[in-house]
């Protein structure tokens, strides 16, 4: 098949508005996702001290593992599913079709959850993860459609800078919802100022406490449902209509008004052509013979990835609790600890998550997508074992050179394979299979995610019995579970092998769409096209 003309134009494209426009309107969406999968982090302990203290533990309630456990992972649950499904039904129906559904999934999904009714703690977590999950299916819809939509409209110098930038907004999520979670503490804490527990245990949270957490997760509809109508304004993608639905003339008509961009009269003509897909399915012979070995190396590296990116995450409060960042829940009240998490993760957001993202930004088209990954894997893993090998030391000397290691596991990870795993699978796969294919590869990811949300959440607890969290029970203590989320980061490193680089080189031509596969044999004597097996 000859390339078309408005892949090629795309392709050769200057960087215009509508690109910066694309990213933002894409970005939007990553910023809710972050901000809906992190803030819950900040509003836990609180969510223990409303709904579970127990006078006779003599602590400030905590949530029982398996409610925390339902908290933090049934969204990441609904992700994984919804990364399928979404992934799928994006190039059944088209990038357009499905992408105003997520986003208005998360709208819902997000006021409903501070909604949360019920009047007894297990009615209260029951709403709160029903409607967490639908939080998370929407946000899983929005991996492989916004990276698919953002390389499939950029041009082949930028497009790594493009579509990590997109992904980048997820820093700012993460920074934002540290930030609301301050304000609105802040605010409370002045409004009802409260005895720390050692105090006055009662006392130490206000009923109005409730709303703290319920105003946190409802504030993150808003940045969704402000770019809900720029997604439905937004076009088909060119290479969708083109290579899809074979229809390049209207693929031409649309960059054309989107790019100010013009076409020759013989090259509006193809549509009269439609271009021959690609004569294989997911399932088929010739897919595991082209993309098997990639689709491989995108969920392996993915699926180490987010077993210790979520577990870093979930487990700072606990990190900078250890290192005396901050105070033990038993000396601050309610609203005071929500305070002092949410500002320990700003810190940690503003210093290590956001620099990490942008750098990716900055240099991934020119020293690509392969060396980034290796590195940002290699050096995840220097810093996760500089922090675990002498964890005792760093915990009761050194609290400060403690805080900068393990805050450069957070760069790295996002100047490294947080980015580049987002970014290649929009590349590697033929248009018809795009978005399919990174939505496997995403959910492989939150598969990881879950086992360090579910897993490594008892793990971390202390293997002395009269040390761990109530109701918890004995782990394997944080010094080993730091050194087994190191050696996730080493696997990583080592799938990395099976990822090609894709940098500066065109999306035909990386997936193979511009090869003639009629010369081929063999494998072109089966066809798949959604299960349904044809002979040719």
């Known amino acids: 098949m000859a390339k078309l003309e408005v892949l090629t134009a795309?392709?050769?494209?200057?960087?215009?508005?509508?690109?910066?426009?694309?990213?933002?309107?894409?970005?939007?969406?990553?910023?809710t996702d972050a901000y809906d999968l992190f803030c819950i982090a900040t509003v836990t302990k609180l969510l223990g001290r409303l709904y579970y203290y127990n006078p006779a533990s003599g602590k400030p309630g905590l949530l029982p593992p398996g409610?925390?456990?339902a908290v933090t992972g049934v969204a990441l649950v609904g992700t994984l599913l919804g990364q399928l499904f979404f992934g799928w039904l994006g190039d059944k129906l088209g990038r357009k079709k499905v992408y105003g559904v997520t986003l208005m999934l998360m709208v819902v999904s997000s006021v409903a959850s501070g909604l949360s009714l019920g009047s007894t703690p297990k009615s209260v977590i029951t709403t709160l993860c029903f409607f967490r999950f639908w939080l998370g299916f929407g946000i899983g819809g929005d991996y492989p459609l916004s990276a698919t939509i953002m390389s499939e409209y950029a041009n082949t110098r930028t497009r790594g800078g493009f579509i990590a930038a997109v992904f980048a907004m997820q820093g700012f999520g993460i920074l934002a919802g540290a930030a609301v979670a301050?304000?609105?503490?802040?605010?409370?804490?002045n409004a009802y100022p409260r005895p720390a527990f050692d105090e006055d245990p009662v006392a130490s949270t206000p009923k109005q406490a409730d709303f703290v957490w319920?105003?946190?997760?409802?504030?993150?509809?808003?940045?969704?449902?402000?770019?809900?109508?720029?997604?439905?304004?937004?076009?088909?993608?060119?290479r969708y209509t083109a290579l899809v639905q074979g229809n390049a003339k209207r693929a031409a008509q649309d960059m054309a008004t989107v790019l100010n961009m013009e076409f020759a009269d013989d090259a509006a003509a193809e549509g009269a052509k439609s271009p021959r897909e690609v004569p294989y399915g997911l399932f088929s012979r010739k897919f595991l013979k082209r993309h098997g070995i990639h689709l491989l190396g995108t969920t392996s590296c993915w699926f180490f990835l987010d077993i210790a990116f979520y577990s870093g995450n979930l487990f700072q409060k606990d990190v900078l609790t250890a290192i005396n960042w901050l105070p033990s829940a038993s000396s601050m009240s309610a609203i005071e600890e929500v305070y002092r998490i949410s500002r320990a993760q700003a810190?940690?957001?503003?210093?290590s998550t956001v620099p990490g993202y942008w750098v990716t930004v900055f240099t991934i088209d020119i020293i690509g997508?392969?060396?980034?990954?290796?590195?940002?894997?290699?050096?995840?893993?220097v810093f996760m074992l500089a922090v675990a090998i002498p964890y005792d030391h760093w915990v009761n000397k050194q609290h400060g050179a403690f805080f900068a290691l393990y805050a450069l596991t957070f760069f790295f990870s996002n100047f490294g394979p947080n980015s580049t795993t987002f970014i290649v699978p929009a590349e590697l796969y033929p248009a018809r299979l795009r978005s399919t294919c990174h939505g496997i590869s995403a959910a492989a990811g939150k598969a990881g995610a879950i086992l360090g949300?579910?897993?490594?959440?008892?793990?971390?607890?202390?293997?002395?019995?009269t040390k761990d969290d109530y109701g918890y029970g004995p782990g394997i203590g944080h010094k080993?579970?730091?050194?087994?989320?190191?050696?996730?980061?080493?696997?990583?490193?080592?799938c990395t092998f099976f990822v090609p680089e894709t940098n500066g080189r065109s999306l035909e031509e990386i997936s193979g769409e511009n090869k003639d596969d009629e010369d081929e044999d063999g494998d072109d004597a089966v066809k798949t096209d959604g299960g349904a097996t044809h002979t040719s």
């Open 67 to 69: 409610a925390s456990s």
């Open 369 to 381: 997508r392969f060396v980034i990954q290796l590195q940002g894997f290699f050096f995840m893993t």
């Open 347 to 351: 810190l940690i957001a503003l210093c």
């Open 453 to 465: 949300a579910f897993g490594f959440q008892y793990a971390w607890e202390d293997p002395d019995p």
């Open 10 to 31: 795309l392709d050769k494209a200057k960087t215009q508005w509508y690109h910066f426009t694309a990213i933002i309107v894409a970005g939007m969406g990553f910023f």
């Open 480 to 494: 080993k579970t730091l050194i087994a989320l190191a050696a996730c980061n080493a696997a990583g490193f080592f």
């Open 214 to 238: 319920r105003i946190i997760l409802m504030l993150g509809a808003i940045p969704a449902a402000l770019t809900y109508y720029w997604r439905m304004r937004m076009p088909e993608t060119a």
């Open 182 to 189: 301050i304000i609105v503490s802040a605010a409370f804490k």
